[in-house]
């Protein structure tokens, strides 16, 4: 049974920062891409940003380029989120993803989510 364990959301002021972390188990997280993604109230999930197996890839989305890095650690199974800059319109839920391959947003398995509040 794959799971995915999003922490390190939370509060922030505007210009702040933030680093999410997503701890991988029941799968090697070196055996695929992995990516982010996030969620406001009303609106559909969108991604964030992906990166692939290795980690010389990454894929960011345009508005937040500059400001957000991905990366990975896969000797601890582990992928993080590094957000800098935060604006208010960042605020979200924000889930990892086990993607199903490199290049697609189709996901395998999903995190449960953490909160990202950035006040103004």
């Known amino acids: 049974q794959v799971q995915l364990v999003e922490s390190g959301g939370g509060f922030v002021q505007a210009g702040g920062s933030l680093r999410l972390s997503c701890a991988v188990t029941g799968r090697t997280c070196s055996a695929g891409a992995m990516g982010w993604f996030r969620q406001v109230p009303g609106k559909e999930r969108e991604f964030v940003a992906a990166i692939n197996w290795s980690g010389r890839s990454t894929n960011v989305k345009d508005s937040v380029k500059g400001r957000f890095t991905i990366s990975r650690d896969n000797a601890k199974n582990t992928v993080y989120l590094q957000m800098n800059s935060l604006k208010p319109e960042d605020t979200g839920i924000y889930y990892c993803?086990?993607?199903?391959?490199?290049?697609?947003?189709?996901?395998?398995?999903w995190g449960q989510g953490t909160q990202v509040t950035v006040s103004s």
């Open positions: 993803a086990a993607l199903r391959v490199w290049g697609s947003e189709r996901v395998d398995y």
